[in-house]
């Protein structure tokens, strides 16, 4: 695996420690930009995982850099913040930072320093590989494990998304069986339990009226549907 990869999973890895389950935590998030209208390629994007609320919506910048980074880095992340509508964004830096780029770092830009070497405290190679045929490449990161409780037995699901084609996976601890899902696709697992998974593609709007897409991971019962996470386009 290339540094630089590992570096950005090092950082969603740390993003996942760093906030609750309120949060979803999206590495190499593509996302239509409000300003730009093009797609925009964001290391680690942690936004709300129910709904849109673009006021929790942070971005975080992976540099594993030989060199501090400096201000001209830092004003490409700011227009980066714009476009994308994100209320804070992090630069997460491997070798420091200029003082230049410090004193531009305004109060919604957080520079912080996680050293290389960090890499070693977390096995990367544990991760599953991503389950669509038309991903080679691509990671899951599980980051969410609801329990549902059917007929007085407790049954645990767990989904996550690939680092790679962001597609949402779904595994089933109860039969052990993982899939990923397509957009706008369902799934039983093999336990035929009274529930399934579904994907949804949505329109959002925020506080001032910008409109964009997401896809939706519900969970089904009889009785009632769960959001289980988002994923902005």
């Given amino acids: 695996m290339k540094e630089w990869k590992a570096y950005e999973r090092l950082v969603a890895v740390l993003c996942m420690d760093e906030h609750d389950s309120s949060r979803t935590v999206i590495p190499n998030a593509k996302i239509t930009g409000f300003i730009s209208k093009r797609k925009r390629q964001i290391d680690v994007l942690v936004d709300y995982r129910y709904d849109s609320d673009l006021n929790r919506r942070l971005i975080f910048d992976a540099k594993n850099r030989k060199r501090p980074i400096d201000i001209k880095e830092v004003e490409a992340f700011e227009g980066l913040m714009k476009d994308v509508n994100a209320k804070r964004g992090f630069i997460v830096c491997s070798n420091g930072f200029t003082k230049s780029a410090e004193r531009r770092a305004q109060k919604n830009i957080g520079i912080r320093i996680v050293p290389l070497d960090a890499i070693e405290e977390i096995d990367i190679n544990s991760w599953d590989k991503c389950w669509s045929s038309k991903c080679s490449n691509g990671l899951v990161l599980w980051d969410a494990t609801p329990g549902l409780i059917m007929g007085g037995k407790v049954t645990v699901q767990a989904s996550g998304k690939c680092d790679e084609c962001g597609k949402f996976h779904v595994w089933c601890w109860g039969?052990?069986?993982?899939?990923?899902?397509?957009?706008?696709?369902?799934?039983?697992?093999?336990?035929k339990g009274p529930w399934f998974w579904i994907t949804s593609i949505e329109d959002e709007e925020d506080e001032k009226g910008k409109t964009s897409k997401a896809n939706y991971l519900i969970l089904v019962t009889t009785n009632d549907a769960f959001i289980i996470d988002r994923r902005p386009h």
Avoid: F, S
């Fill in 175 to 191: 039969c052990g069986n993982k899939t990923v899902l397509e957009k706008e696709e369902g799934w039983q697992c093999a336990c």
